[in-house]
């Protein structure tokens, strides 16, 4: 099996683990609050990974090397990373409580893809390609189809999600500024432990928080934590050294796919035909957003 495929089979394996997790954050959602399932989430994602990152440095018996950043360094980024990662992680849950549905919530939530480059544009003042001008419009008009109602409103879960998509495009940028040179299942760590606290925080004050509910959707919250959290992201950072990063983010965009197929297999949910126009849409959107812009003769000279 050489790199490059292995690396494709990693990036589709953490795909698929994503989109799946939507169903698993769908029926957590039945047992308990948003903050408090993305608490427990959160806070399982960071002990998994420390125990990882513990057992991989006994193994290797492996002392600090030079120029290895400090821990002050991981607070630094981790802390404000964990905070947009709480924001984001809440969102999405808040929405699915509101509107259970999966290939809602994984479509509108893959707009992140299309929103990225709209950010470099407003804040680096980074050019957008035409292509990525005709993905927005696509995503827009694919979520026009998604998500409008009778009478041209929107669903509150709808924006909702909407809102979690633009913070988690908000941490791409700021993984992407300010993460360099720092270990990235350390730093994972640093961010999914402030995001539990915050969201545990959050919980106890406007939440009723149950061990017995905890109990009652405990494959979820495993799922999600051990899963989609620790092992979905260790996925994902094998195999974009093989892959490309355009190639990488294409094949990433089929959490959406499998959110909807999750959604229909394990929880029984349908769309409606304009619905799934709309998707299609978006997903369109998400994979246009990618492609790399054509060079001229004279570019290529």
């Not at 924001?87 to 290939?103: C, F, R, V, W, Y």
């Not at 544009?121 to 001008?133: A, E, I, Q």
Request: aromatic share 10%.
């Amino acid at each position: 099996m050489n790199k490059q495929f292995r690396g494709g089979l990693y990036l589709a394996l953490a795909a698929f683990i994503w989109g799946m997790a939507f169903s698993a954050q769908s029926e957590g959602g039945k047992y308990m609050g948003p903050f408090a399932f993305t608490a427990v989430r959160s806070l399982i994602t960071f002990v998994t990974l420390m125990l990882f990152e513990l057992v991989g440095t006994r193994s290797a018996k492996r002392s600090p090397q030079a120029g290895e950043a400090p821990l002050s360094a991981y607070i630094k980024v981790g802390v404000p990373l964990g905070v947009v990662m709480f924001a984001a992680t809440a969102l999405q849950q808040l929405g699915l409580s509101i509107d259970p549905s999966t290939a809602k919530s994984g479509f509108i939530t893959a707009l992140y893809i299309v929103i990225v480059p709209l950010l470099g544009l407003l804040l680096y003042r980074k050019r957008v390609t035409p292509l990525m001008w005709v993905g927005v419009a696509l995503a827009v008009a694919g979520l026009a189809l998604l998500c409008l109602k009778e009478g041209f409103t929107v669903g509150y879960g709808d924006l909702v999600t909407l809102a979690c998509a633009v913070m988690f495009a908000i941490h791409i940028v700021a993984v992407d500024r300010f993460a360099g040179g720092l270990s990235a299942p350390r730093l994972c760590c640093v961010q999914f432990g402030v995001a539990g606290v915050l969201a545990l925080a959050v919980a106890f004050c406007v939440e009723t928080v149950r061990f017995a509910d905890m109990l009652a959707c405990w494959p979820s919250l495993l799922y999600v934590g051990v899963c989609s959290g620790a092992l979905g992201y260790t996925l994902q950072i094998a195999g974009q050294k093989y892959i490309e990063p355009t190639i990488a983010s294409l094949i990433l965009c089929l959490e959406s796919v499998f959110a909807a197929v999750g959604g229909w297999l394990l929880l029984g949910q349908t769309l409606t035909p304009r619905e799934i126009v709309g998707c299609a849409l978006m997903l369109a959107a998400c994979m246009l957003a990618q492609l790399p812009e054509k060079r001229t003769a004279h570019e290529g000279a």
